[in-house]
């Protein structure tokens, strides 16, 4: 077991804390903070994916599919990947991540601090070749390896509709109007979107980056061209979709810091956690900073209101994946904080 597997505590998934965000909507506007999930005080926990890797390791042990003797490969594109890694070299299994060699700083020393191998591919080739390396790993060797295979397995979206879309319902009190969150495996979209339209008249919207070569972590261009499909990204389960551009991704995760910078964020239900604890870990050096998949969910949002979609009466509920420290090596950071 790997030095920094000591202390998982898997309890701390799920239940992440929901905020009230500041926006120039008409709507109220939510957001789960979802880096809570894996809190630990020295090192602030994990991302939304910390979900979904210990439902795919669950599901994936219970089935009997994965064995002290097999080795976990997954290709991602970097919080999957970290999030596996932990739980999974904390159950004592050997792991082995596929990344392209652009993923940002933060996302790489987690997988490394965990004691698991990376395989780097190529950026200039595309995302699909990370998932084309993988798949050339497992096939010379079938008998060693076992891939989760996020874009694929059940346990993914099940998560999330298990989980979030509950946590969401129950912390709004069952007023969420709108759900927003971007599509990269779609996921989280597609499985808390089935579990709150079981649950209420809520619109499901989902957001995809708007040009192939973007710079939004986590998200997958889909809207043109011979590009990898997710199956489990079921569009079926959206009732809408928004395309997100980078620079607007940027300003809009840069307009949050900015907006709280001398002011409280406000914590409507600090899930599991004591409000104390939230407050002291919404902020890195001082300054509510968040991923850019998280801009991108706000820009959606106010695409949805430059298009007429939001009233005073809604209720808005975005995820926020993870936060921007894990970002401070990528290109636009700089021009993010400045």
């Given at each position: ?167 969401i319902w129950d912390q709004t009190d069952g007023e969420v109007t709108h759900f927003v ?137 975005v995820m926020l994946c993870d936060r921007g420290d894990k970002y401070a090596d990528v290109?636009?950071?700089e021009d993010y904080l400045n």
């Amino acid at each position: 077991m790997s030095e920094s597997a000591v202390g998982i505590d898997e309890e701390t998934i799920g239940e992440t804390p929901l905020l009230e965000l500041d926006v120039d909507v008409p709507a109220t506007v939510y957001a789960k903070a979802e880096w809570f999930n894996l809190y630990r005080a020295d090192h602030g926990g994990g991302s939304v994916k910390s979900r979904i890797a210990k439902g795919m390791l669950d599901g994936a042990e219970g089935r009997g599919e994965l064995t002290s003797d097999r080795t976990l490969i997954e290709p991602t594109s970097g919080n999957t990947g970290s999030e596996l890694a932990r739980l999974a070299t904390a159950r004592g299994y050997d792991v082995e991540i596929v990344m392209p060699d652009n993923a940002s700083g933060g996302k790489v020393e987690a997988v490394r601090e965990t004691g698991a191998e990376i395989h780097f591919v190529d950026a200039h080739l595309g995302y699909d070749a990370v998932i084309e390396r993988c798949e050339e790993l497992v096939a010379s060797r079938p008998d060693r390896y076992y891939r989760p295979n996020q874009y694929a397995n059940p346990d993914n979206p099940g998560t999330h509709e298990r989980t979030t879309a509950p946590e969401i319902w129950d912390q709004t009190d069952g007023e969420v109007t709108h759900f927003v969150a971007g599509a990269g495996t779609g996921g989280t979209v597609t499985g808390t979107g089935r579990g709150l339209h079981e649950r209420g008249d809520v619109t499901v919207v989902g957001f995809e980056p708007a040009e192939p070569l973007h710079a939004i972590d986590g998200l997958k261009y889909l809207g043109t061209g011979d590009h990898y499909r997710p199956e489990t990204y079921d569009e079926s389960v959206l009732d809408r979709t928004e395309y997100v551009g980078t620079g607007d991704a940027y300003a809009r995760a840069r307009e949050l810091r900015d907006r709280y910078a001398d002011r409280r964020v406000d914590v409507v239900d600090p899930g599991q956690h004591d409000g104390d604890t939230v407050r002291e870990h919404l902020r890195v050096d001082d300054q509510f900073v968040v991923g850019t998949s998280s801009g991108a969910g706000v820009q959606a949002v106010h695409q949805l209101d430059d298009d007429g979609e939001l009233t005073a009466d809604d209720a808005v509920v975005v995820m926020l994946c993870d936060r921007g420290d894990k970002y401070a090596d990528v290109p636009l950071w700089e021009d993010y904080l400045n």
